[in-house]
């Protein structure tokens, strides 16, 4: 079967049949009940943002690409900051001025009178220097989505508006200028790239195997047979040839299997930034204004990062970006690229896709964000936001998902 992996996880130590196991049995139960708590289910974004790379194509009509709003009443009053003055402790200022950027863009005031709104974002990201991931939570046209109401599934999003985003995103793993993915992919054998390009282009793919293994166990499976007035929202399963179409060696030129290795790659990169921020994470509040709650969601989160904390041979990210002035240059370039990424999914044209896609691309720029940011150790300096946490805890649990729907799709193909 050629979902039936083994062996050695890519630029890691440890095996594909341990993190099966290990996440099947100890970490997507926990992750799954975790992410039902009101803290990690509201999320702020904008997806109104226009595109800044392109003219917007598509503005996608299709039924399964709307995302449901939700009332300003569903949303919990401490995530909202309404009580900002009563019962809290200083600490959860940091959900207000300071992590919703408010000082730097006081710092900027000066300048606004002179320089363009698109200077002045750009100055913003520059400044915000630790920064892998674009946040839009403090936009204007930013809403509440409750992520419950709206689950990653097949959309039917596709075609050239899907691929120009895959396509640039994987270009912007090219350091040197490319036209065409495809062409990106034949030219420059991994076995050619440098370590920093490869794990670019390993946590891009195992993000992309996630998002469609995802529409893959969660597809609209009566579609053919037509929508009725006695089963108007369709009947949702999983599509074993949907997931041979895009994994298997016949119709993917010999890639499928690695593109489903990839996705390990990411899971493990994602947990070893979880278990480094764990001392950060166990000391957070996880506020939502409803204290057994709130109680019940710190033990969850400490449960889930003992476990973490437990499983050896992660990611190394201490081999990455050492030695010359040219690992420092990498760096840079690195963080760019990535910034680029979160913001070409303004570009995306289903905005169900758009939200989980924000979301995942946020949570792994938080990871890389832990990962590699100089002040990490710096209890003053470094700072995660509500949004960047809500989504890495998100994301993580996107990939540990997908870790599952694939052992299901592997138990399908054995029958
Ligand atoms: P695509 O998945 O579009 O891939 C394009 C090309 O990339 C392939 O031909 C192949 O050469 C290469 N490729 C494919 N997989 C990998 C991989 N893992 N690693 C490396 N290269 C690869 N659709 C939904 O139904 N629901 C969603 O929630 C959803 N979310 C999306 C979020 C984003 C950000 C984007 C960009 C798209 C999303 N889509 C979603 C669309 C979906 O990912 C596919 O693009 C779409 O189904 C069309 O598939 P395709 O067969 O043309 O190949």
């Not at 709003?69 to 001025?97: A, F, L």
């Not at 709104?117 to 946040?135: G, Q, R, S, Y």
């Not at 050896?312 to 002035?325: I, K, L, Q, R, V």
């Amino acid at each position: 079967c050629f979902c039936q992996l083994s062996g050695k996880i890519d630029e890691c130590t440890c095996n594909i049949d341990t993190v099966d196991h290990f996440n099947n049995v100890k970490v997507y139960p926990r992750l799954r009940s975790l992410l039902r708590k009101d803290y990690f289910r509201f999320v702020k974004l904008n997806l109104r943002r226009e595109c800044p790379f392109w003219v917007d194509d598509s503005k996608c009509a299709m039924r399964d690409c709307h995302v449901q709003p939700c009332g300003d009443q569903d949303v919990p009053v401490g995530i909202k900051g309404e009580t900002k003055q009563v019962n809290r402790s200083p600490q959860h200022d940091k959900y207000s001025k300071e992590a919703n950027c408010e000082s730097r863009d006081e710092e900027l005031d000066y300048l606004n009178k002179t320089i363009s709104p698109k200077m002045k974002e750009d100055l913003v990201l520059w400044t915000a220097h630790d920064n892998f991931c674009v946040m839009d939570d403090n936009d204007e046209e930013a809403e509440y989505v409750d992520l419950l109401l709206n689950p990653e599934r097949y959309t039917g999003y596709k075609g050239p508006s899907a691929n120009r985003i895959w396509n640039s995103i994987y270009l912007e793993n090219c350091f040197r200028p490319k036209t065409n993915y495809n062409l990106y992919i034949q030219s420059n054998k991994l076995s050619n790239m440098c370590l920093e390009e490869r794990v670019y282009y390993r946590a891009i793919s195992g993000l992309h195997t996630s998002i469609n293994i995802h529409l893959c166990a969660n597809y609209l499976l009566s579609s053919s047979s037509g929508l009725s007035l006695t089963n108007p929202k369709g009947e949702w399963g999983p599509n074993l040839l949907e997931f041979r179409r895009r994994f298997s060696p016949e119709t993917t030129n010999g890639e499928g299997p690695n593109w489903l290795r990839n996705l390990y790659f990411i899971y493990l990169l994602e947990l070893r930034a979880l278990a480094k921020a764990a001392p950060y994470l166990e000391h957070e509040e996880f506020y939502t204004g409803n204290e057994a709650e709130d109680y019940d969601t710190r033990m969850a989160v400490t449960d889930l990062l003992n476990v973490a904390k437990q499983f050896p041979n992660h990611f190394d990210e201490t081999s990455m970006f050492t030695g010359s002035d040219q690992a420092a240059r990498l760096k840079l370039q690195f963080k760019e690229h990535f910034l680029n990424v979160t913001r070409i999914m303004d570009c995306v044209g289903c905005d169900k896709c758009k939200l989980w896609g924000k979301i995942q691309t946020r949570g792994l720029g938080t990871a890389l964000k832990i990962l590699f940011s100089e002040n990490f150790n710096q209890k003053k300096l470094f700072r995660l936001q509500r949004g960047e946490i809500v989504a890495l805890f998100n994301a993580f649990g996107r990939l540990s998902t997908s870790i599952y729907k694939l052992d299901d799709f592997r138990q399908m193909l054995l029958q």
